[in-house]
Each structure stands twice: as C-alpha cells, then as structure tokens.
C-alpha cells in the first residue's frame, strides 16, 4: 500500500475515535457504517490513483476540482499492429469503455477495450497481429501554462491467430 | 400589491415554522433526486417514483424500506458507471444509507445528525487531502488557470470577473491543446491569459481550499466547540460562493439537506438560510447569470 495511503489511514483512526465517544445510544454500528463506507473508498480510491492511475475527478475519493488530470486532459492512441502501426480512432460503439479505460487505465479495462478493438477492426485488417493503446494525460507548466503530453500507459495485446 | 406580499409573507413564515428539521431535510434530498435525476435508463425511473412518491407521502419517506432501495439503487448505479461516477453519486449513495440506517438505530434523530456531519467532515477532510498532498498542481493554481480557459462551464466566469474577451479564451483554450507527435502549425495560437484571470485563479484556488478546511475542522470537531458551533455558517458560506461558480448543483442541494438535518429545532434562522441556499443554487444552475451579466457590461 502507498505511504500517503497509510498515512491517511492513520489519520482517520482518531477521528472515528472522537466520534465513537460522541455516538447516539442504541446501535451504534449503524451510526457509522456510511461514513465507514466513504473512508474505506476514498482510501481505495487514493491507492488506485498512485497505483494504476485512476484519475483522481473518479472514484469516490473526492478529488474533484484538485487537478487538472481528468476527462478533456486525458487521451488514448490506437495502434493496430498489421505488422506496421496503425493508428486508428475509438470505434463508437466502444467509446464508453474507452472513457473507463482512459479514467482507470488498468490490465481488466485496457485488456478488454483491445480485445472489443481487434474484434471490431478484424475484417478490414485481417493480418492484424495486435493492438496497442497508449494513455496520454496532458500537463501543463506552472509558469506559461506550457501544454506538454505524458504518457501514463502503454498496453500491448496480441491477437490469438485460429 | 403590498398587502398581497404581507400575506405571502406570513404564509412562509408560518410555512417554515412548521416544518420540522428532519423531515425538510428529507424532503430535501429526495427534491435533489428529483431535480438532478441519477443513473442509467432502467435505474433512473425506480428512483423519480421512490423520490416522488416520497415527496408527496409522508408514509413513503418514512419507511426504512424506501431508504434501503434507494440506497440500493444509487450504489448499483455507481457500481453500474464504475469509475465515471461524480464524487457526489457516492455521496447521494452514503446519505440515504445514513437515513436508512438511522431508521432502523432507535434514535433516529441524533444517528441522522451525526452521519450528516461525519459525511459531509469527511467527505471535505478527502477533498482537502488531494488539494493539499495529493495533486501536483492545484496550490500553484495551475488547475484554476487552466479550467477557467477549457471548461465552457467557467466562460462566463472567466469574461466577467478574469476580464477576458471570447476570442482570447477561444485562443487560450486552442493554446493549451498541443498537437500529437510535436507538431507544429504555422500560426500557432497564443496564451491569452489576462493579469484579471490570474489574480481570480490564485483567489479562487486559496477560497476554495481555507473554506473547504474550515468546514472540515467546523464538522469534524477538530477546531473545539466555539468552530463546532459555526459549522453551519461555514457550510452556508462555501455554499453559497462556490456553487455560484461551480456546475455541480447536486452536490451543493444534498449538502443543505445534510446540513439541515444537523440544526437543532430551535435554530429557525439557521433552518431558513439552509432553506434559501438551496434555492440560491437552483437559481445558479438555471440562470446563466455570469454569461448575462457580463454580456451586459459588454454591451
């Protein structure tokens, strides 16, 4: 688990002390399930963030309005290997996975956006080899504002041949 | 037409004497489900009945059971949009389990209080987390410059008080979108930034952030009691500010009703303003009131 992560844990543990002292008389479990809850997400939601890039706008972590990388900065490329690259545009159908996947580029959503991609583009490319998808965010410099691509993911998925 | 205001005056006093804090508030946030329907198709037409039915019925909002299927409904809707959900779906989610576990408690009044302020403390202790340690470039007021160039939801905001013009946000906007692999145009557009909007940025970054400590500390009773006791206007303040500039009524609508649920039956004045912020934020969400006023002064 990230350190920031641990020490946000930490630091809600005397908060829920406070307020145990502080709970109305009956059942007190009920009392703080929902803001057990919005911990235990927002704790998730952080440790994504450092791990797997979720943007920090998603998730239940309540990082909205804290950064500039979310929805418009962020970006995929498409590449389809047919051996040489590629490039090709998010399908339509697929777009909606595609805004997963740029929010929380992970293994599960990239993995399933190649293999919807492959499948999508298969007759028209019928030597295809594999798809790639790159995760770009867009960073800008403190001083002049400077617009700069990063990128934060580069997947790989090769395409089984019958 | 004087005599008509009296009346319609003293019968939303004696309207507002009468309600009862806990019942607002949860009228309150089913009207917030009801103006900012949530989730997809075959979720959003359960949660307009539950809500409406609720706001009609007082046996229907009540129920424990209305409760745990609307908290049912608004988790398997951010379950079902998992990760685009809003933070404030999560919220929605965490609230109406409150009221339902708070039914079921035995003391449903202080358990509803206490959840609103646990919520509504943590929920601002997290946002205050990522703004101070976790983002790279919110306190250098990076995030607000940018913003108030891209979000067309922040343009009126941007020629009103920045001082910039369309043009040099349409400009601006095309500067901060390089092109891939380096490219270059031969024109290539220029930041636009006025020294308006670089001073409203910085405002904008350091009013955010004091408000939305001050409302952790006020709610998290980590400030002592005399903080404690100003929770509200605190609330009330960032409320009143922010949701002016910031397009996510939901989130400031489920934040009255949270707040209200906390005020003592003896609190009138600070039931009301809870109340009329509320309408405060309907009127931001429907009149583009910035765009207006800065046409106005425009000419």
Known sequence: MHPKTLFLAFLSIPILRWFSVHAPKGRIYL??????????????????????????????????????DGGPNRHLRIFLRVPSRHEVEVPQPLEDLADRAEA??????????????????????????????????????????????????????????? | MIEWARKVLAGLGQMLAGLDVIDLAIRLSLLDLLYRPVGPWYIRPFILLLAGLGVFSSEVRRSALTWLLLAFLTGWRVVADWPMSDNHAYLLCYWCLAIFCSRLSGNFRASLALNARLLIGMAFLFAIVWKVFLSPDYLDGTFFRVTFLT????????????????KAIQESASYLEPLLDGAELFDPPRLMESSGLIRFAFAATWWTLLMEAAVAICFLGLGGPWLFTQRHLMLLAFCSTTYAFAPVAGFGWLLMAMGIAQCEAKCKTIKNLYLACFFLILFYREIPWATLLADWLNG
């Open chain 1, 31 to 68: 009392a703080f399930l929902p803001v057990t809850l919005l911990v235990i997400v927002a704790l998730n939601q952080i440790h994504l963030a450092h791990t797997v890039h979720l943007s920090p706008w998603k998730g239940g972590g309540f990082g909205m309005f804290s950064t500039t």
């Open chain 1, 104 to 162: 929380l580029p992970s293994d599960t959503y990239l993995n399933e956006l190649s293999r919807k991609i492959a499948d999508y583009y298969a007759t028209e490319f019928e030597a295809m080899e594999g798809v790639q998808i790159q995760v770009w965010r867009t960073e800008f410099a403190p001083q002049d504002l400077e617009p700069e691509y990063r990128m934060i993911r580069d997947f790989l998925f090769e395409v089984e041949r019958d």
């Open chain 2, 151 to 166: 979000d067309e939801r922040f343009t009126g905001m941007s020629r009103l008080i920045g001082g910039m013009s369309e």
